[in-house]
């Protein structure tokens, strides 16, 4: 897998052959009288096997043929899924009670030799949502100094919440996604269709799990 890759597969059928593999790994090694991974709470282990759960009862239905709010459900289901599975793997999976074989055989990016002092991003991204298909929002971003991102970044994290009023704050936008290749699509349920969508974004150097400062928050209506 190349260094620039996400390590989320984003095609649905094979994230849920990664998802199912990465519960069913975490589960054999925290389990036992003698873990091997005896370094990961109980109650996270209890949290990414519940998600899967929740995942797998929205994506199933689409196997077979069903209604478009059906895949509108499965599309917010990952949104979640991956909301809980990237800060386990961070947290949990990156460090050194994890081999580089363990995170290979898991579908995960081994750790690269760590250059010292990486500076955390400085600058901060622009995002100009617009409307795209009905009950979709499309999020371009750039980095303020104009290239598509600074150096070392991996990827952004927008964080997003449906309000009826403009956010206090970054803490009222309880949502996060992340992205790697800009633009970011947002799906949403008809009964979101016409609500304000408000978001605000950071780099992040995901390998090191090191963030930048967020940007200015913005909002756009639901389509």
């Known amino acids: 897998m190349a260094a ?18 990465l519960v069913q790994d975490v589960n054999a090694k925290t389990s036992g009288s003698s873990p091997i991974w005896n370094h990961i709470p109980a109650s996270e282990v209890t949290l990414l096997n519940t998600t899967y759960a929740a ?19 499965k599309d917010q289901a990952r949104i979640g899924a991956e909301a809980v599975v990237r800060p386990f793997v961070g947290q949990w999976l990156m460090w050194k009670q994890v081999t580089n074989a363990q995170r ?11 250059r010292d002092h990486i500076p ?41 919440a449906i309000l009826d009023h403009p956010p206090a704050g970054i803490k009222e936008l309880i949502n996060s996604s992340f992205d790697t290749d800009s633009p970011l699509t947002l799906p949403f349920d008809e009964e979101d269709r016409g609500k304000r969508l408000y ?13 930048g400062p967020f940007g200015e928050i913005v909002s756009t209506i639901i389509p």
């Open 199 to 211: 978001m605000a974004g950071r780099w992040e150097i995901e390998r090191e799990g090191i963030k």
């Open 55 to 73: 995942w797998y009862t929205a994506y199933s239905p689409t196997l077979v043929p069903h209604t478009p709010e059906v895949t509108v459900a």
């Open 120 to 160: 955390a991003p400085t600058s901060i991204p622009i995002l100009t949502p617009r409307a795209g298909r009905p009950r979709q929002v499309v999020i371009p971003y750039i980095d303020e100094s104009g290239l598509a991102k600074p150096a070392d970044v991996h990827g952004i994290e927008v964080c997003w």
């Open 104 to 114: 290979e055989a898991d579908g995960l990016h081994n750790k690269r030799p760590r």
């Open 4 to 21: 620039h890759e996400d390590y989320i597969p984003a095609n649905d059928a094979d994230f849920n052959t990664w998802f199912k593999n």
